[in-house]
């Protein structure tokens, strides 16, 4: 084997590492955390002693730490270009994401994209980071352990008091308390009695004065102070966890993953490639050993700092807590990965050939089965009918191909030209497929928030053509200018060289721009539909106690604020005919509905049957199609469109149950799963970003290395992986399945799909007084109270009420104790034929679930 370990193999050309020292120093820092974690939670040390071992950490133990250290540093030996490389890497990050959380938060807030910025480029350099250095680096390169003194001024002089001063002014601007003058020098005073700060200053002054040699006495005490850092600084940090993982679940932890993939996969490998671009004129081992250095120097976690800075300003402080204690535990089998890739010594790529394309098998093979689940979910459910789910059934057949082809390509040992052809087809077809369709479905979140549903329906085709067309077509220009220049690549996905590794990066960058560019503009919309939603739902429930007359008045008043609103908005050129709205027919008018005295004769002409407004296009961005200027017959065209699609997708049903939606807009929100599939996207692009920074290494740069490798393998999993995201964000969403199981399952015991239920010769006596008792005394009075007219999707059930419902009367008029005891009661009821579900489906549950009483005759409309 020509890979080995840079701790056995002195006589490699790549600098000794000593790698024997680290998983020691891992599991002793985490160790160490844990305790102080343990001791935090168990009460063993209080909140008031922790902030005392704080304060002798920052004030006490790590100046004089600095203070030693930066005296002592030869600074003839610095490498400038490599700090210059760091300072480069950490302000290119930090203003990424400044400016994407100024373009993408919606409202405007300054002072989370400050914190944010901060968070991903402050490193725990000293607690966490120097005792790993230390291992690693003690015996071959002591002078890197002196690199972690000069880079931490860079994020504590430079980048956070930038950081700092947005958070000042955004909490000048919300409490209108101080001048900008006021502000600044409360930002200055803040750089110059930071500890860290002052202490630096202090060490470079006495680095001239004692002549990099600190004097015996004030030595020792420095060196006393200093070796009590470590270990009370890290047990200081576990205390610090306490109470800080906040209970974000669904879309709460979207910003935190974002966060913590940015900080730890983003700022490595963007330092890792600034430094090899500008590390040029160095020897090729001292500047590979610098570039795998600042890949694991940006590999650190975040610095629990960060979270007293959100504290103090009063921002994001659960989304910050949560990505400070995640992004530490995450960070240490990223660490430990990354170092060991530092020592691995590659003299060519077949030395791992065996191991990626195992990894890469595993990885496919896994992500078969997480496909053919979902998949089975979509068609299972009918969801793969609506919009944007068919759209992700299309990147689910890619990711699928892309396996398949991963697996034909890692089992076949076949010589034959046209089936190499076959497998390189499938997979091509499957890897480009599944980059072009997570831009497509960000589009089409986009123009859901954005445009209009019949928008999309008009323009699919093109979105079809993007998807699959585009793929072909990048797959067979490939075979045509690169058939002949076959590379030795061990990975299929570069199989055509330069070829294949400059297509991959065009395409990439252009998906990563259509998916950032889409979800910027949808995020920036969801405010105007979200105040709207709430308008509209507002004049909802005014208009239940209004007349006519009444409901004419809101609306007209309504339509008003919104046209003021638009007016207003910044996108105000998007609602320009807005003024066009009441000689517009109303988006009920899409579905044949009939209207109220006030309903234009557009809508006579289109809609004759009966039936009830649906909910779900009463939001704005359904409004959206008719605000736009378009003529009668794109209207028609429009309304026909959506006529079909309902009709398509009205299959997808559940049992009848109250919607839990507070607007109309939410509804619409849960129908789509926009929430979903936007984590999704957010998964999927930053597997591209990742695909990307290798197919850039892979442009610039022939010999690899052990942080190339790292990569590649991270490349591979986010390749072949991406069935595994799919099933994350949507592989439990099975209770679609479930219901119709349960039905077959009926079916097969007893012969039908209804619940069966005892004859009634065969109830006992407790069922049968329960039954007459509530029959005679208190049916009447309990459906005054709870029966009422509910809509569930397509339609509208007359004279039911909810199991819920019922237990919460059961409970007060005194007939139940509890809610197990009122399930019970409910149980008699149906078992007695007192009551019973709509469509007999269920038995009685404390749930949402619609009932009747058996003795009303069942009425229902179908819209």
């Known amino acids: 084997m020509l890979m080995a370990n840079h701790s056995s193999n002195s006589s490699s050309t790549t600098p000794y590492v000593n790698f024997d020292n680290l998983y020691p120093a891992i599991l002793q820092c985490f160790v160490i955390i844990l305790f102080g974690y343990v001791a935090g939670r168990t009460g063993i040390i209080s909140i008031t002693q922790g902030k005392g071992i704080g304060t002798f950490v920052s004030k006490f133990c790590l100046p004089a730490l600095l203070f030693q250290s930066m005296c002592e540093l030869k600074f003839s030996q610095v490498n400038w270009i490599f700090l210059g490389s760091i300072l480069i890497a950490k302000t290119g990050v930090f203003f990424a994401v400044f400016c994407a959380t100024i373009v993408v938060k919606r409202p405007l807030n300054l002072g989370c994209a400050g914190l944010y910025a901060i968070f991903c480029t402050q490193s725990n350099d000293f607690a ?23 880079i931490a001024p860079i994020s504590l002089v ?42 630096t200053a202090i ?27 470590s270990a009370t600084a890290l047990f200081y940090l576990g205390l610090n966890l306490v109470g800080k993982l906040k209970g974000q679940l669904g879309i709460g932890l979207v910003v935190p993953i974002l966060l913590i993939a940015t900080k730890s996969i983003l700022l490595p490998l963007f330092t890792w490639e600034v430094i090899g671009w500008l590390e040029t004129g160095q020897s090729f081992n001292q500047s590979e050993s610098l570039g795998m250095y600042g890949f694991l120097y940006g590999t650190f976690p975040s610095a629990p700092s960060v979270f007293l800075y959100a504290s103090q300003y009063g921002i994001a402080q659960d989304t910050i807590a949560t990505s400070m204690v995640a992004g530490t535990f995450i960070s240490a089998p ?16 077949l030395d791992y050939k065996s191991l990626l394309l195992d990894t890469s098998f595993d990885t496919s093979i896994l992500g078969i089965i997480c496909c053919l689940w979902v998949l089975g979910v979509l068609i299972a459910s009918g969801r793969w009918k609506g919009i944007p789910h068919r759209f992700l059934l299309c990147l689910i057949i890619s990711q699928l191909a892309a396996c398949l082809g991963m697996v034909i390509y890692s089992k076949s040992n076949s010589q034959m030209l046209w089936q190499n052809y076959v497998q390189f087809i499938v997979l091509l ?60 690549e061990i990975d299929p996905s570069f199989h055509y060289g330069y070829h294949q590794t400059l297509l991959s990066a065009i395409m990439l960058f252009i998906n990563i721009v259509i998916v950032i560019v889409a979800l910027t503009i949808k995020q920036r919309n969801d405010q105007l539909i979200g105040d709207y939603a709430a308008l509209s739902l507002s004049h909802e429930k005014s208009d239940e106690n209004a007349d006519e007359n009444e409901k004419k008045g809101a609306s007209n008043k309504d339509i008003d604020i919104i046209n003021e609103a638009q007016r207003k908005s910044p996108n105000h050129k998007t609602y320009n005919s807005c003024n066009t709205i009441p000689k517009v027919p109303s988006i009920e008018d899409i579905l044949p509905f009939p209207k109220s005295n006030s309903t234009s004769s557009f809508t006579d002409a289109t809609s004759d049957d009966g039936g009830d407004e649906h909910p779900l296009f009463d939001t704005l961005n359904e409004r959206t199609c008719l605000i736009q200027k378009c003529g009668p017959t794109q209207r028609r065209q429009c309304i026909t469109n959506l006529r079909k699609y309902m009709v398509a997708s009205a299959s997808i049903n559940d049992d009848p149950q109250i919607e839990t939606s507070s607007t109309p807009n939410d509804a619409l929100l849960k129908e789509y799963q926009s929430s979903n599939h936007f984590v999704l996207v957010l998964l999927l692009l930053l597997s591209m970003l990742v695909g990307l920074f290798l197919c850039v290494w892979k442009l610039f740069n022939t010999h690899p290395t052990g942080i190339y490798i790292e990569i590649e393998f991270l490349d591979g999993v986010f390749n072949y992986g991406q069935g595994f995201l799919t099933f994350a964000v949507f592989g439990f969403d099975t209770r679609l399945i479930f219901s119709k199981v349960v039905r077959r399952i009926r079916r097969w015991l007893y012969g039908v799909e209804m619940v069966q239920l005892p004859d009634m010769s065969d109830l006992d006596d407790e069922t049968v007084q329960i039954c007459k008792q509530f029959t005679e005394y208190h049916q009447e009075n309990c459906a005054k109270m709870i029966v009422k007219d509910l809509r569930y999707r397509l339609r509208m059930y007359k004279d039911v009420f909810t199991g819920k419902a019922l237990c919460d009367w059961l409970i007060n008029v005194g007939l139940a104790k509890d809610r197990l005891e009122a399930i019970e009661y409910g149980r008699h009821l149906t078992m007695g034929r007192t009551l019973a579900h709509v469509t007999g489906e269920h038995f009685f549950h404390d749930l949402p679930y619609f009932y009747r009483f058996i003795s009303n005759e069942p009425k229902y409309s179908t819209c």
């Open 334 to 349: 990223l660490m430990f990965v990354s170092a060991k890739m530092m020592t691995v010594v590659v003299s060519s790529e």
């Open 203 to 229: 060490g470079i002054a006495g680095n001239f004065i004692f002549k990099q040699t600190v004097p015996y006495v004030i030595g020792d005490i420095l060196k006393v102070l200093g070796n009590a850092f």
């Open 128 to 150: 966490l980071g120097y005792p790993i250095l230390q291992a690693l680096y003690n015996d071959s390169h002591p002078e890197y352990l002196q690199y972690i003194y000069l």
């Open 429 to 488: 077809f499957g890897v480009f497929g599944s980059r072009c369709w997570t831009a497509m479905i960000a589009v089409a979140l986009c123009m859901l928030h954005t445009r209009s549903l019949c928008y999309i329906l008009k323009n699919q085709v093109w979105m079809f053509f993007y998807g699959f067309g585009l793929p072909v077509f990048l797959t067979g220009f490939l075979f045509l200018i690169g058939r002949n220049n076959l590379s030795s």
């Open 158 to 199: 430079f980048l956070n008091p930038i950081g700092f001063v947005f958070m000042e002014v955004h909490k000048n601007k919300k409490h209108h308390k101080h001048s900008t003058g006021v502000v600044f020098l409360h930002v200055f005073k803040g750089i110059v009695s930071n500890p860290i700060v002052f202490m």
